[in-house]
């Protein structure tokens, strides 16, 4: 079982950047495969990037590629989301998700979720 706690949202102007973080308690994180999904009202939960084990494996969407970041710190239970350049269409609520199976962007692969984090944009 692994449980997952999501942290650093809040409220940002359009341009700023935000890091969110996901760290983990109960079994083994490092072996993991780590996708953060954001989901805005009245739509869908939709992926925004994830990581492989080692990092060697990223994967991001295409409407957060060259803005966001993702990574992750073994020694620390941590995978973390870099964003910059906000946009106010970016306002979601952010999850992530942790599997043991690699490279699915839908969420129904993802076994393990945290309860959530809120970003909003400012215009």
């Known amino acids: 079982q692994v449980q997952l706690v999501e942290s650093g949202g809040g409220l940002v102007q359009a341009g700023g950047s935000l890091r969110l973080s996901c760290t983990a308690s109960?079994?083994?994180?490092?072996?993991?495969?780590v996708g953060w999904f954001r989901k805005m009202p009245e739509k869908e939960r939709e992926f925004v990037a994830a990581?492989?084990?080692?990092?060697?494996?990223?994967d991001y969407s295409d409407s957060v590629k060259g803005r966001f970041t993702i990574s992750r710190d073994n020694t620390k239970n941590t995978v973390y989301l870099q964003m910059n350049s906000l946009k106010p269409e970016d306002t979601a609520v952010y999850y992530c998700?942790?599997?043991?199976?690699?490279?699915?962007?839908?969420?129904?692969?993802?076994?393990?979720w945290g309860p959530g984090n809120q970003v909003t944009v400012s215009s």
């Open positions: 998700g942790a599997t043991s199976i690699w490279g699915l962007r839908r969420a129904e692969a993802f076994e393990y």
């Open positions: 109960g079994r083994s994180f490092s072996s993991y495969y």
């Open positions: 990581i492989g084990s080692s990092a060697g494996t990223l």
